[in-house]
């Protein structure tokens, strides 16, 4: 199993261009009403005051879709993970516009906030349009590896769900390899159409808009974390 500590190192640029002034006051007076406590454990209770169903996002670019989730869905409490500053200007952005009170904002590794939450408490979680790192050399960069996954799974509640988009020709058969080794997931597809086409409820990323542009074909998996027990879960 790979260590989550191999990813630990986060690859990839975390400031573009430097910030205009509203951007940088979103940041100076936004973010810190947002921001995910940097010690101890996280759970609903600390991050959002009452004991709400929990959602992650991870690497969430700038955020439309972690918005639109969060919009579709008041009652829940949606953490989104994002190095990249740019992209936490753009989430930012979307609270502000959208008045949302259900964000928190971990600008930083995702690895470092799922280990802080319990396990079984987030009751769904998204990776989508991953860096590919299509190197093979590279491999062990990629989130989908069993030990940043395998993490994921235990913080997810048994029935909660996982899912992953990507359209990248590499990573989807690498995906495909790692997800199929881990028993905690149930794949829930049962035709094509359950991985050609995009789900309603799946508001379409900034990434998949430009793969869409350049006329790549997309895939969108949906995972059931199922009741393997934990013990099961750090052996496999
Ligand atoms: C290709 S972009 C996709 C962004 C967005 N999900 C979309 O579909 O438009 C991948 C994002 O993942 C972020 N990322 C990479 N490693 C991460 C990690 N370990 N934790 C959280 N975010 C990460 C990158 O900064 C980048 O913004």
């Given at each position: ?117 319990p396990d079984a ?33 235990a ?75 934990a ?6």
């Amino acid at each position: 199993m790979t260590d989550p500590l191999t990813i630990r190192r986060l690859y990839g640029r975390r400031q573009g261009h430097a910030l205009r002034a509203g951007q940088a006051e979103l940041v100076d007076v936004l973010l810190p009403t947002l921001e995910v406590p940097a010690d101890g454990a996280l759970d609903a209770v600390r991050l959002f005051g009452d004991d709400r169903p929990l959602a992650i996002e991870i690497g969430f670019g700038k955020g439309e879709h972690m918005a639109q989730q969060a919009a579709m869905a008041p009652e829940m409490g949606f953490i989104g993970c994002e190095p990249f500053l740019d992209g936490v200007v753009g989430a930012l952005m979307q609270v502000r516009d959208r008045d949302l009170a259900n964000v928190r904002v971990h600008m930083g590794d995702a690895i470092e906030v799922l280990e802080r939450l319990p396990d079984a408490s987030l009751d769904r979680g998204w990776l989508l349009h991953p860096d590919p790192w299509p190197k093979a050399r590279h491999a062990k960069r990629r989130f989908m590896n069993p030990g940043p996954i395998g993490l994921l799974a235990a913080k997810l509640k048994c029935g909660g769900e996982f899912r992953f988009g990507t359209d990248h020709p590499v990573y989807v058969r690498w995906a495909m390899m790692v997800m199929a080794g881990l028993p905690q997931f149930e794949w829930q597809a049962d035709s094509p159409q359950d991985f050609l086409v995009r789900p309603e409820d799946w508001p379409e990323t900034r990434y998949e808009a430009k793969a869409r542009a350049k006329g790549h074909e997309v895939w969108y998996f949906r995972y059931r974390r199922t009741e393997v027990p934990a013990a099961i879960v750090t052996a496999a």
